[in-house]
């Protein structure tokens, strides 16, 4: 199914225009949106183009996902789905940052994205906890030694 839905996404109208870019610094000029959030050399948190990364990269990306995982995204970067609303974004951009924080120290991605949804169903449950939550992992970036 995978395969076929591949196919098809190969023959859409954004696709066709994909395939006129001379470079791949193009190609993240088109996914890329606008930045969420500026952790300057350390992480940048973009809204992409969510249609467009699955049409070219991974036809199960949906929401949000950061460099330790996916190997299309640029180090130092999480992308979050234009197609979620503004409120869900919040939601997702703290189970990024966890699970990218948790990998970046060495974490699996099993055991980091478990515990990413903990934190993000806490705040889904205490929503007034939500941006205290993201401000704590924006911190955890800043003493980390590498991006």
């Known amino acids: 199914a995978d395969m076929i839905e591949k196919q098809e996404r190969k023959k859409s109208?954004?696709?066709?225009?994909?395939?006129?870019l001379k470079s791949e610094k193009e190609l993240l000029e088109m996914i890329h949106k606008n930045i969420l959030i500026d952790g300057g050399d350390k992480l940048k948190i973009w809204l992409v183009n969510g249609e467009l990364v699955r049409d070219k990269f991974c036809v199960e990306y949906f929401g949000g996902g950061h460099d330790k995982v996916y190997h299309f995204i640029p180090e130092g970067e999480v992308w979050i789905d234009d197609h979620l609303s503004t409120k869900e974004r919040k939601f997702i951009i703290l189970h990024e940052l966890?699970?990218?924080t948790l990998m970046a120290r060495g974490h699996h991605y099993r055991k980091a994205h478990l515990s990413a949804t903990e934190v993000e169903d806490l705040c889904r449950h205490h929503p007034s906890k939500l941006n205290g939550a993201i401000e704590t992992e924006l911190k955890k970036l800043q003493c980390q030694d590498t991006p």
């Open 13 to 20: 109208e954004l696709m066709n225009k994909v395939k006129k």
């Open 98 to 100: 966890h699970e990218r």
